[in-house]
């Protein structure tokens, strides 16, 4: 394969190191599982009837990948109504931190909400309440610190405004597990979830924006334990490559057909040829390849190695171990969103119900002419 087949300038090969691995690093590949999520998700985003989206898969899967390009690409297809108000901000986005000691922090969560959309006085939102208490006791209201503990009503007042007024279309929060990683005593406590998950519903509800969950298998789990929060949630799942499936296989060839196209070294490498071993060093996650690709890059550019090879490959890639926690993982939540007869057995029998082809008794053969005899051999000799 010649140098114009490749997806980047030749020009890209005589610059550094660095800017080298930066163009491998920021690119964002659009392939099979990742577009097929992502027109589900904006789908959802402009004509769904829910206001909770949630989108799932495994560690490594991609899922950063696909909320950075979901932003872009709501921004893109609102270019010509941004252009003409500049007030809108039509999408935003935070990454969810873990909490502290095990308790969810919501003014954090409310303050870095209204910072994604730019708010100019948030160290400002004033509990207005609060300061109509002082002033009926003749007490001076803190104006050192007007932000304090009793002031997170006000920031949220303060987020519901800012949707309407920014007609902000959806907020996207990343590594959402988060909102329900609780107390040791509490975790795992289903009125718990349903009191963090009600606070959620009710923002999305009095702001009409839609808030898109991204988080691992966990989050899932979650909202499987509570009937009353799987019914109100839009789930969509992100799913790694399965190489028993021969469309997920092909998709995986083409995918890697892509990187080894993408990869700014002399000779391109021919990364098909060890599909398989990729593979299972990658669990058929996107996200998990890339990264070990970008080992693979840096370690080729170091050592002025030509293309990337299988023993690159082999020094660069992940612990047996960690592949053995991250397909555990993944194949576990995988069964959450896998229809099977024993589940719908289950179901019918909860539900009492039957097909008729499980009532029917195995009808008895009968001779279909009375009188005449079956063929059958008849005892000869002496008895």
């Known amino acids: ?37 992502s027109d589900e998700l904006k789908n ?7 206001n909770i989206i949630m989108v799932v898969g495994p560690s490594g899967v991609g899922k950063s990948r696909l909320f950075t390009a979901t932003v872009l690409s709501v921004l893109r297809d609102m270019k010509e109504e941004t252009e003409k108000d500049r007030s809108i901000i039509p999408i935003s986005g935070i990454e969810l931190p873990n909490p502290d000691l095990g308790k969810f922090n919501w003014k954090d969560f409310y303050y870095r909400v209204l910072s994604s959309l730019r708010d100019p006085l948030i160290d400002y ?30 920031l949220r007042r303060s987020i519901e405004s800012a949707f309407f007024n920014r007609k902000t279309k959806a907020l996207l929060i990343d590594e959402a597990q988060h909102f329900f990683k609780i107390n040791s005593e509490k ?17 999305a509800n009095m702001s009409t924006t839609k808030i898109v969950l991204f988080g691992t298998y966990d989050l899932n789990a979650v909202f499987n334990l509570d009937g009353q929060l799987s019914r109100r949630v839009k789930e969509i ?19 890697l057909l892509t990187f080894q196209k993408l990869l700014p ?40 190695e030509m293309t990337i090879t299988y023993q690159n490959l082999k020094r ?10 991250l397909a555990n993982e993944a194949i576990t939540g995988e069964y959450y969103f896998s229809d099977n007869k024993k589940d719908k057995k289950e179901l019918q ?35």
């Open 44 to 50: 959802e985003i402009y004509k769904g009837s829910q």
């Open 265 to 304: 070294v002399e000779k391109e490498p021919d990364l098909r040829k060890y599909s398989e071993y990729i593979y299972e060093n990658s669990i058929g996650c996107a996200g998990i390849l890339k990264n070990w690709l970008q080992r693979c890059l840096s370690d080729a550019l170091e050592k002025e």
């Open 125 to 154: 939102k004033i509990d207005v309440t609060d300061i109509e208490k002082k002033n009926r006791k003749g007490k001076k209201s803190n104006k050192k610190n007007p932000l304090n503990a009793n002031t997170a009503p006000e």
């Open 316 to 325: 660069n890639a992940l612990q047996t171990k960690k592949l053995l926690t």
């Open 349 to 383: 029998t909860l539900l009492g119900i039957k097909k008729e082809k499980d009532n029917e008794k195995p009808k008895r053969k009968n001779n279909p002419k009375p009188g005449i005899r079956k063929p059958e051999r008849d005892t000869v000799g002496l008895a």
């Open 1 to 37: 394969m010649t140098k114009k087949q490749r997806l980047f300038g030749e020009e890209l090969l005589s610059k550094s190191k660095k800017e080298r691995e930066s163009f491998f690093n920021d690119f964002t590949v659009s392939h099979t599982k990742m577009k097929q999520v």
């Open 237 to 255: 799942h992100f799913p790694r490559y399965d190489y028993t499936n021969a469309n997920d296989r092909k998709s995986f060839q083409a995918l």
């Open 187 to 203: 975790r795992g406590s289903s009125e718990q979830n349903q009191r963090q998950f009600n606070s959620i519903k009710s923002l």
